[in-house]
């Protein structure tokens, strides 16, 4: 489970990404492309999302987290390259 776990936080960290790009890339420049482009990159990412916090709270146990670096790694999906700084701290192992 933590290699599924160190997948969806880098994909979550690139679809946080994507959407970013897609709000200040292509929004001032094509505001057809940007509403077409929001729907699937947003809900990609908000699955994503609710699968690195979900998996988060599972492994918590198992990866014998401390409060600490569970709130760390909570945290950081909210931060653009939070899960990538998680995934190389935290998740190399996997």
Known sequence: MLKIFKITAILEGI???V???NMLLVKP????LYKTLL??????HGVLFIGYVLL???????QNWDFK???LIQFASLVPLGTFYI???YLKNA
Do not use: C, H, Q, V
């Open 87 to 89: 995934e190389r701290k």
């Open 39 to 44: 729907y699937p990159i947003g809900m990609s």
């Open 29 to 32: 420049n094509n505001m057809d």
């Open 19 to 21: 959407l970013f790009a």
């Open 15 to 17: 679809s946080y990404l």
């Open 56 to 62: 988060a709270i599972l492994l918590k146990k198992s």
């Open 69 to 71: 670096t569970f709130l």
